[in-house]
């Protein structure tokens, strides 16, 4: 039977996680249990009494060619390892899937297999890229200007002026930060800022260390010294940084020697042709064609 969660299933659920997602930071799935997750939005399926089958569907809009769109995002898509191969998550997506037809126009959902999500009408529809730097790939400068304890209102005023170049983004306001400032310190990572010699910001990068590695999450950048300055304070972290960024940002001519990996980030699903075509006045019959009418380069980062 396909139901609702209620609270007290959470521990239920946590399980089925700790189970299907063993790679998953546990740090990272306790903020989110305790921070993001919302009984209301999770969905199961329940056999015999026992929880089978679970995943979550995460309201949001999203800006695409300049109109917010209703959508969501579909995660922890879980079935407990002794129940899989009876169908059961795919009575929990149809289900979901027949919900959002009803009130957006896109679902999104993100994951390292495709294939699993294709027969359901999604289509990959946004891609990262993974560029691998070391000391001798970045000029090497101070970190005069850097600072690790940005303000919330000082990362979303150089956002907003960042993702002006993009589209498919989730609209961020103040609360947002506060939120990822403490979601990124949950896992035991930190944020550094840089500024100019006026004391403006001009980018900052969302550091979390990867063993003798360092993942930066999420770059923004307003220019070039910027960038350099960040990707310096990276280094002096770890040795080997991966800075990941959209499909559309190239930083070749930067970091010619550079290992770059493309990778599959976001998929969508077009819940009414008809309705996007009236809507952005282009006849369009798929999820593919939708996005292709993009007036800008999409930055899809999201991923809950």
Known sequence: ????????????????????FPKEDPRYMEYFFKNIYKPENCFLNVVDGEVVSTLVRNPHTIMFNDRVLATSMIVGCATLPSAQKHG????????????????????????????????YGFRTVYRRKDYTIERKDVKSITNFGCAYEPTPIDLLKVY??????????????LQYYINYKKEISAVGGKFVAYYDGNNNIRGYAVMIPQGKELKVEELIYLDSMA??????????????????????????????????????????????AQLFSRIFNKKVNSVQEAFNISKKPLNLNEWD
């Open 1 to 20: 039977m396909i139901e609702k969660a209620t609270s007290e299933r959470l521990d239920d659920i946590r399980q089925i996680w700790k189970l299907c």
């Open 88 to 119: 059961y998550m795919k009575q929990l997506l149809e289900t979901v899937i027949g919900a959002c037809e009803n009130s957006e126009l896109i679902t999104l959902i993100n994951t390292e297999s495709p294939e699993l999500y294709e027969p």
């Open 160 to 173: 907003s002026a960042f993702i002006r170049r993009f589209n498919g983004f989730y609209p961020r306001d």
């Open 227 to 272: 960038l350099t300055k960040l990707c310096n304070a990276a280094l002096q972290e770890r040795r080997v940084v991966h800075l990941l960024v959209s499909e559309a940002e190239d930083f070749t001519k930067i970091f010619p020697e550079a290992k770059v990996i493309n990778y599959d980030s976001t998929m969508a699903r077009l819940n009414d």
